[in-house]
Protein backbone atom coordinates (compact mmCIF):
# COMPACT_ATOMS: atom_id res chain seq x y z
CA UNK A 1 0.00 0.00 0.00
CA UNK A 2 2.75 2.63 0.52
CA UNK A 3 4.51 1.84 -3.28
CA UNK A 4 0.75 2.64 -4.03
CA UNK A 5 0.58 5.77 -1.84
CA UNK A 6 3.92 7.25 -2.31
CA UNK A 7 4.51 6.14 -6.51
CA UNK A 8 1.34 5.47 -7.99
CA UNK A 9 -1.15 7.46 -7.15
CA UNK A 10 0.92 10.96 -7.40
CA UNK A 11 1.77 10.04 -10.99
CA UNK A 12 -1.99 8.37 -11.84
CA UNK A 13 -3.05 12.38 -10.34
CA UNK A 14 -0.84 14.26 -12.33
CA UNK A 15 -2.14 12.41 -15.11
CA UNK A 16 -5.31 12.51 -14.70
CA UNK A 17 -5.18 16.30 -13.20
CA UNK A 18 -3.66 17.38 -16.67
CA UNK A 19 -6.18 16.04 -18.88
CA UNK A 20 -7.96 18.64 -20.57
CA UNK A 21 -6.41 21.47 -18.66
CA UNK A 22 -5.97 23.41 -21.56
CA UNK A 23 -9.25 24.09 -21.90
CA UNK A 24 -11.31 22.50 -18.64
CA UNK A 25 -10.35 23.82 -14.99
CA UNK A 26 -10.41 20.00 -13.05
CA UNK A 27 -13.34 19.93 -10.32
CA UNK A 28 -12.48 17.17 -7.40
CA UNK A 29 -14.60 16.00 -5.02
CA UNK A 30 -13.82 14.87 -1.68
CA UNK A 31 -16.04 11.85 -2.43
CA UNK A 32 -14.52 10.93 -5.78
CA UNK A 33 -11.00 11.27 -4.56
CA UNK A 34 -11.47 8.92 -1.68
CA UNK A 35 -13.23 6.71 -3.67
CA UNK A 36 -10.04 6.55 -6.08
CA UNK A 37 -8.04 6.36 -3.31
CA UNK A 38 -9.00 3.68 -1.47
CA UNK A 39 -9.86 1.98 -4.78
CA UNK A 40 -5.76 2.21 -5.38
CA UNK A 41 -4.96 1.22 -2.52
CA UNK A 42 -7.20 -1.72 -1.86
CA UNK A 43 -6.47 -3.24 -5.38
CA UNK A 44 -2.64 -2.41 -4.96
CA UNK A 45 -2.58 -3.79 -1.52
CA UNK A 46 -4.05 -7.27 -2.60
CA UNK A 47 -2.14 -7.92 -5.84
CA UNK A 48 0.86 -7.50 -3.65
CA UNK A 49 -0.08 -10.28 -1.62
CA UNK A 50 0.98 -12.33 -4.58
CA UNK A 51 4.56 -13.82 -2.94
CA UNK A 52 2.53 -14.68 -0.03
CA UNK A 53 -0.56 -16.72 -1.58
CA UNK A 54 1.95 -18.65 -4.16
CA UNK A 55 3.93 -19.37 -0.33
CA UNK A 56 0.87 -21.28 0.76
CA UNK A 57 -0.36 -22.73 -3.00
CA UNK A 58 3.42 -24.29 -2.56
CA UNK A 59 3.13 -25.81 0.58
CA UNK A 60 -0.35 -27.54 0.53
CA UNK A 61 1.43 -28.81 -2.74
CA UNK A 62 -0.96 -27.19 -5.56
CA UNK A 63 2.43 -24.96 -7.27
CA UNK A 64 6.06 -25.80 -7.18
CA UNK A 65 8.83 -23.56 -8.40
CA UNK A 66 9.23 -25.36 -11.82
CA UNK A 67 6.06 -25.06 -12.86
CA UNK A 68 6.19 -20.99 -11.70
CA UNK A 69 8.87 -20.94 -13.74
CA UNK A 70 7.56 -22.79 -16.87
CA UNK A 71 4.46 -20.62 -16.70
CA UNK A 72 6.73 -17.06 -16.54
CA UNK A 73 5.31 -15.96 -19.74
CA UNK A 74 1.82 -16.80 -19.27
CA UNK A 75 2.20 -15.29 -15.51
CA UNK A 76 3.87 -12.12 -17.43
CA UNK A 77 0.81 -11.43 -19.63
CA UNK A 78 -1.53 -11.99 -16.86
CA UNK A 79 -0.10 -9.57 -14.84
CA UNK A 80 0.44 -6.22 -17.09
CA UNK A 81 -3.56 -7.37 -17.84
CA UNK A 82 -4.28 -7.09 -14.07
CA UNK A 83 -2.07 -4.19 -13.53
CA UNK A 84 -3.96 -2.51 -17.00
CA UNK A 85 -7.56 -2.90 -15.12
CA UNK A 86 -6.17 -1.98 -11.67
CA UNK A 87 -4.33 1.60 -13.10
CA UNK A 88 -7.08 4.15 -13.69
CA UNK A 89 -5.23 5.71 -15.68
CA UNK A 90 -4.85 4.47 -20.03
CA UNK A 91 -1.04 6.02 -20.12
CA UNK A 92 1.74 3.64 -20.37
CA UNK A 93 3.64 5.34 -17.70
CA UNK A 94 1.03 4.52 -15.04
CA UNK A 95 0.58 0.67 -16.72
CA UNK A 96 4.51 0.01 -16.09
CA UNK A 97 4.64 1.48 -12.81
CA UNK A 98 1.86 -1.26 -11.72
CA UNK A 99 3.47 -4.11 -13.71
CA UNK A 100 6.83 -4.16 -13.20
CA UNK A 101 6.11 -4.76 -9.18
CA UNK A 102 3.99 -6.99 -10.15
CA UNK A 103 6.95 -9.01 -12.29
CA UNK A 104 9.50 -8.47 -9.58
CA UNK A 105 7.07 -10.07 -6.74
CA UNK A 106 6.07 -13.26 -9.24
CA UNK A 107 9.78 -13.67 -9.51
CA UNK A 108 10.26 -13.30 -5.70
CA UNK A 109 7.24 -15.54 -5.45
CA UNK A 110 9.22 -18.21 -7.19
CA UNK A 111 12.12 -18.08 -4.89
CA UNK A 112 9.63 -18.05 -1.90
CA UNK A 113 7.78 -21.12 -3.06
CA UNK A 114 11.80 -22.80 -2.55
CA UNK A 115 10.95 -22.80 0.80
CA UNK A 116 8.02 -24.27 1.34
CA UNK A 117 8.98 -27.20 0.01
CA UNK A 118 9.85 -30.27 2.12
CA UNK A 119 13.04 -30.56 3.21
CA UNK A 120 14.74 -34.12 2.42
CA UNK A 121 16.09 -36.16 4.97
CA UNK A 122 19.66 -35.47 5.98
CA UNK A 123 21.49 -38.26 6.75
CA UNK A 124 24.84 -37.63 8.99
Known amino acids: ?6 VLLPASLQ ?4 IG ?3 LEPVISVDAYLSFVTTILGWTGLIFEL ?5 ILAKVGVVTPEWLRQQRSY ?6 II ?4 TPTTDPVNLMLMAVPLIVLYECSILVTQFALPKKNLRR
Do not use: E
Not at 1 to 6: E, G, V
Not at 51 to 55: E, H, I, K, R, Y
Open 51 to 55: PVALF
Open 21 to 23: RSR
Open 1 to 6: MAFAYF
Open 75 to 80: AILILV
Open 15 to 18: FLLK
Open 83 to 86: AAVI
